[in-house]
């Protein structure tokens, strides 16, 4: 009963947190993305790197340099990963093989953080703070313009362009993730996350045994990787770690950085196109999701084992079964990637709801931009249904919904099934890859499915029993974490394209109405139904079948 309790408070606690500090966030978010100013230190970054801030592109233009920022960041950190042990602070690290470099260097430009090594001894603190912290604010800062483009581009009327995607992200990191990242990193270290450059000491346990000791810039990486829905630690054992997640109290506040941005963006959303109502609309949707895995989660693991305690293997006891399992379905509803527990202890149908949060395209409430797209592209799918239903021409905020936007809305949702099904599918066909499984029967295809669900989706969570430091998972989950990051963006920003281009239609007594509680039903069944449709069957052979066994 007093775990109950405490779950509960903890859980109302992080709501009140969440509303207190969201709301004055999305504003700020809205006054980022569309402030025709620019600060002086961002008017310093556009000379150097020779951009007129005030040109907008269009979605082509964009799209382009999109892509070519993060094949750059590629480039550039794969070369850092493979030559740290020639660079200073490599503390003994030497340079990966190549595959592990590849698939680290694109699982952190993709927002990933799939980590194929082990954090603490895979590199060292150079590496860590230029190469993959940068990445992390970067990556963030890619897919919250994305979605800004696409929140102009539904608010503007018959024009060409959709904003400066140079001019986006330099903002978005000025003023949004550095300043965030400062605080919540200053939080984390007054409870007790570590943050030094110390080198590795060597100790001697009761046993006799020696055990080295590595410190770390922790605290300022840890900030980002929540903020950012990142997700990589900079131990092995990621937020399960003692230097990275002490207390119940950083627990709490790596939860609400990793909720924040997403949450605030459904408020940007509504202040951007000039109607807030849809902005908690979305919210709705997102809230409905997110509150409906916890509550799943946490009764699977609760049901797993007799006692008030549930099911403990594999969680922290310095965070107890609700904690854990918070962290576990918000993690997983937000591309974070995080983990305070491990997710392969979980019971099967607890499992089995956090692979789902990453199933349903990450909309509860995604990771920050991701998400928000994620849903609107939900939403549009919606009102193109709905129209279908009671024959009128679907619209959505003013803007028509013709063959064109829903081919892409539905290309969209495509991407990921593709890569998922298809990679699972080949990695359980051939015999090399399989040798690499440490389970066996439903359990062994909830691993392989996992570990691909979580690439093509940018999440970066492991479910821990799967050997995939090997050529195979780590090129394979590399083009899963490129295709899965890139191609909805491009998709996204060809939407965008269409829809700035329209003129605005005004609301008649036929448009349907997109902030009811009924509109928010629909996108959640939607939502429900895409994912039901797409893999039930091997959710059913998998985390579904070991329940029943």
């Known amino acids: 009963m007093g775990d109950t309790v405490s779950g509960l408070l903890t859980l109302g606690v992080l709501i009140a947190m969440l509303a207190a500090v969201g709301l004055p966030l999305g504003a700020w978010l809205a006054t980022t993305l569309t402030d025709t100013a620019h600060w002086r230190v961002e008017r310093i970054v556009h000379r150097l790197v020779r951009v007129d801030a005030d040109a907008e592109q269009s979605w082509k233009s964009y799209a382009v340099s999109v892509i070519a920022f993060s094949l750059t960041g590629i480039a550039l950190l794969f070369a850092l990963i493979t030559s740290q042990g020639r660079l200073p602070l490599s503390q003994g690290t030497d340079g990966m093989f190549w595959h592990t ?70 903002r978005v990191v000025v003023r949004v993730l550095l300043p965030g990242a400062f605080l919540g990193a200053a939080v984390l270290m007054v409870g007790g996350v570590i943050q030094n450059l110390r080198s590795p000491m060597t100790v001697s346990g009761l046993d006799g045994a020696e055990q080295v000791i590595r410190g770390g810039l922790v605290a300022s990486q840890e900030a980002i990787k929540q903020l950012g829905t990142n997700g990589g ?30 949450f605030a963006l459904t408020r940007t959303f509504g202040i951007v196109v000039g109607d807030r109502r ?37 969680k922290e006891v310095r965070f107890g079964l609700w904690s854990s399992t918070l962290f576990a379905a918000s993690t997983t509803g937000t591309s974070t990637g995080a983990v305070n527990s491990l997710h392969e202890s979980y019971s099967p149908l607890g499992g089995g709801v956090v692979l789902g949060n990453m199933l349903l395209g990450e909309v ?33 905020l003013g803007k028509t919904i013709g063959r064109r936007e829903i081919t892409f809305a539905a290309l969209y949702s495509l991407v990921m099934p593709v890569l998922v099904l298809g990679f699972t599918g080949a990695s359980l066909a051939m015999a090399g890859p399989r040798e690499t499984m440490t389970a066996s029967g439903p359990h062994g295809l909830t691993e392989v499915l996992y570990a691909y669900a979580s690439a093509a989706n940018n999440n970066g969570s492991a479910f821990a029993g799967l050997g995939a430091d090997n050529p195979w998972y780590n090129l394979t989950l590399a083009v899963c974490m490129l295709l899965g990051r890139f191609l909805p963006m491009l998709l996204v920003l060809r939407l965008a394209g269409l829809l700035v281009e329209q003129r605005k239609r005004p609301d008649t007594a036929g448009t349907m109405p997109t902030h009811t509680p009924l509109f928010v039903g629909l996108l959640i069944g939607i939502a429900l139904i895409l994912a039901g449709l797409t893999f039930f069957p091997a959710l059913a052979l998998g985390p579904l079948a070991e329940a029943l066994a």
């Open 233 to 262: 630690g900079y131990f092995n054992a990621n937020s399960a770690h003692p230097f990275e997640n002490p207390t119940a109290f950083t627990n709490l506040v790596q939860i609400f950085l990793m909720l924040l941005i997403p």
């Open 278 to 314: 849809q902005g908690w609309a979305l919210t709705a949707f997102a809230c409905t999701l997110w509150l409906g895995s916890v509550a799943l989660t946490t009764w699977a693991e609760l049901s797993a084992a007799s006692g008030p305690a549930g099911s403990m293997e594999g």
């Open 101 to 170: 470099a590849l698939n680290t260097a694109m699982s952190f430009v993709t927002n990933t953080n799939w980590q194929s090594y082990a954090g603490e001894v895979g590199v060292g603190p150079l590496v860590q703070t230029v190469g993959l912290a940068v990445q992390n604010f970067v990556s963030a800062a890619v897919g919250i313009a994305v979605v800004g483009a696409l929140m102009r581009a539904i608010a503007r009327s018959s024009a060409q362009t959709i904003g400066n995607f140079w001019v986006d992200v330099t």
């Open 364 to 396: 509860s409430p995604g990771g920050v931009g991701s998400g928000l797209y994620g849903i609107l592209v939900i939403a549009i799918l919606s009102v193109f249904v709905a129209g279908l239903m009671v024959g009128r021409t679907p619209e959505y």
